[in-house]
């Protein structure tokens, strides 16, 4: 890489091009990359974490949220990965994984563009951090939910679980299970729009990645 500085900027050239990046904005991005590696570091030493299970019981046709954008949703399938995975970084490997244990996957598009999803799985879903399995084997685990940071605001995410709500009931499901971080409180506000009340919550400490600390307790209300 050639490169020279000039008027406070810095020139490199890269397969014949040339770009200029601001001091500022290289002193920000290597303060951004230290507290990356930062909370990498801390989260190695001392992480701990709540999960919240959550609940819904669908005893009559669900009422579908509108949504405030001309959308199309579908089933989509495994030939769907790489779409999926460039909407949320969901790993390829996992979205594989998935469609093998027959997850269904609820695609929503905005203009022909995958712009949010949903997931149901009708396996028991585990969570490796909290050593956890969530039991479905009175209905089905929902999730994860993904909506593309272009499109929040619009009513997606209730509109995809609506959707999925209303697809489940038809295959005669009468009750599903989500689960959410306890400090997502944006999730949690959707889950909550959608008739969702919280089931269980588990608390896991790991220090140098080794667990020390997990409860368990069953809880009624947000």
Request: net charge positive; charged share 20%.
């Amino acid at each position: 890489m050639d490169g020279n500085t000039k008027s406070g900027y810095i020139s490199y050239r890269k397969e014949n091009s040339f770009k200029l990046i601001s001091e500022a904005n290289l002193i920000r991005l290597q303060n951004l990359t230290m507290q990356k590696i930062c909370r990498h570091l801390a989260d190695f030493v001392y992480k701990n974490a709540s999960l919240l299970v959550v609940h819904r019981e669908l005893v009559s046709p669900p009422a579908l949220t509108e949504c405030n954008l001309e959308v199309e949703c579908q089933l989509i399938d495994v030939n769907y990965k790489k779409q999926i995975n460039r909407l949320s970084n969901l790993a390829v490997e996992r979205i594989e994984e998935f469609f093998r244990n027959g997850a269904k996957c609820l695609g929503v598009f905005y203009q022909s563009e995958l712009i949010a999803y949903s997931w149901c799985h009708y396996i028991d879903h585990y969570f490796p951090f909290f050593n956890y399995y969530i039991d479905v084997t009175d209905g089905v685990y929902i999730g994860p939910d993904f909506v593309s940071a272009d499109y929040r605001g619009n009513r997606i995410h209730g509109y995809v679980l609506t959707r999925m709500f209303a697809m489940l009931y038809e295959d005669g499901y009468r009750y599903v299970l989500g689960s959410v971080l306890h400090n997502n409180h944006a999730s949690i506000k959707g889950l909550k729009s959608v008739g969702f009340t919280p089931k269980q919550r588990i608390k896991t400490v790991k220090i140098l990645k080794k667990p020390v600390y997990k409860t368990i307790h069953m809880i009624e209300n947000w």
